[in-house]
C-alpha cells in the first residue's frame, strides 16, 4: 500500500478519535443515577417567584421535602471557612450588601437577611439536616480562590450525610477534584454556550473550552447540566457517549421531552416524570 495513504488512514483516524477522547464522560451506571433520572428538581430550593420564601433558605428546602421534590442548592465559603449555602459571589442583590461572601466571617453573614424577609443565610449542615434524606440534593460547588477547601468540607459534609445526593460546578477543576478523591460520587459538568461566558468577561478561548465542555478530558464528568437551548457538538457527543442530560433552569414542563433530569422554578411540575430502564 502507498505509504502517504497510509499516513492519511492514520490521520483520518485520529481526527476521529481526538474528539472523542476530549468531550468523552465517565458513563454512570444505574445505581448512580437513578436516584434522579426522571426527577424534577427544585432550583435554589422550593422559593417564590416574588422571594417571600427566599432562594437557597431552610424554608424553601423545606418545602421542596413537603412537595416531594428533590432540591439544588449552592455551596461556597464564608471568610473564616465555615459551608455556607448562597448563590451569588457577592451579597448585593439578595442581601443588599456591596461585599463578597467570602469577604466576611460566618457571624458577619447570620445579621443579614435574605430578600428582606426574617430568613438568615444558611449552614450547609442546616440543610442537610433540614432535608434528612427524605429527597435527593444537588451540590453546586461555587468556584472561588479556595476551591481546594470547599471541595474537602463539602465532601466532609456528604460523607456524613445519609440521603442521596450528587455534585456539579462550572468549574472543571472542581469537577476534576471530585474524580480524583470520590470517583463514587455521581457528579456533572454545569455549562453553558460560550457567548454566555464572553457575557461575564472571559476571554474567547476560555469560554470556548467551557461551553463546549472541552474540558471533559479532566472532569470525565457522569452527566452535562447545560442552560437550555442550543448545545454544542462537544456536549451532544458528551450525550451520545452517555453523559445524562441535566436541563437548567426550566420554567415549563415541555422541558421534560428532550432531559434526563430537569432542574426547574415558578410552576409545580410532577415530581417524576419518565422511569429509568
Request: aromatic content about 10%.
Amino acid at each position: 500500500m502507498n505509504p502517504w495513504i497510509i499516513v492519511l488512514i492514520v490521520l483520518a483516524a485520529l481526527c476521529l478519535l481526538l474528539p472523542i477522547f476530549v468531550f468523552a464522560p465517565a458513563r454512570p451506571g444505574k445505581k448512580k443515577k437513578a436516584p434522579f433520572y426522571g426527577k424534577n428538581i427544585a432550583h435554589r430550593g422550593l422559593y417564590q417567584k416574588d422571594q417571600s420564601i427566599p432562594e437557597n433558605s431552610l424554608p424553601a428546602f423545606a418545602r421542596a421535602v413537603e412537595n416531594g421534590y428533590g432540591m439544588e442548592l449552592d455551596v461556597q465559603l464564608s471568610r473564616d471557612g465555615l459551608v455556607v449555602v448562597f448563590h451569588d459571589d457577592t451579597l448585593e442583590r439578595v442581601c443588599g450588601v456591596a461585599k463578597r461572601v467570602d469577604e466576611l466571617d460566618y457571624a458577619e453573614l447570620q445579621k443579614l437577611r435574605l430578600c428582606g424577609t426574617g430568613e438568615k443565610i444558611p449552614l450547609f449542615d442546616e440543610v442537610l439536616a433540614t432535608v434528612s434524606g427524605k429527597t435527593p440534593i444537588i451540590v453546586e460547588l461555587k468556584t472561588g480562590k479556595r476551591n481546594k477547601e470547599l471541595c474537602e468540607k463539602t465532601l466532609a459534609a456528604l460523607r456524613g450525610y445519609a440521603g442521596k445526593y450528587c455534585v456539579e460546578s462550572f468549574d472543571p477543576t472542581i469537577v476534576a477534584w471530585f474524580r480524583k478523591h470520590a470517583p463514587e460520587i455521581y457528579r456533572g459538568q454545569l455549562a453553558q454556550p460560550p457567548k454566555h461566558y464572553r457575557k461575564h468577561g472571559k476571554s474567547a478561548l476560555v469560554s470556548f473550552l467551557l461551553g463546549t465542555c472541552a474540558l471533559n478530558v479532566i472532569a470525565r464528568p457522569n452527566f452535562i447540566a447545560y442552560r437550555i437551548g442550543r448545545k454544542t457538538l462537544g456536549v451532544h457527543l458528551a450525550e451520545w457517549m452517555g453523559a445524562t442530560r441535566v436541563a437548567w433552569t426550566s420554567r415549563d414542563a415541555s422541558t421534560e421531552k428532550k432531559f434526563d433530569v430537569v432542574i426547574f422554578e415558578h410552576y409545580l411540575p410532577e415530581t417524576e416524570y419518565k422511569k429509568l430502564k
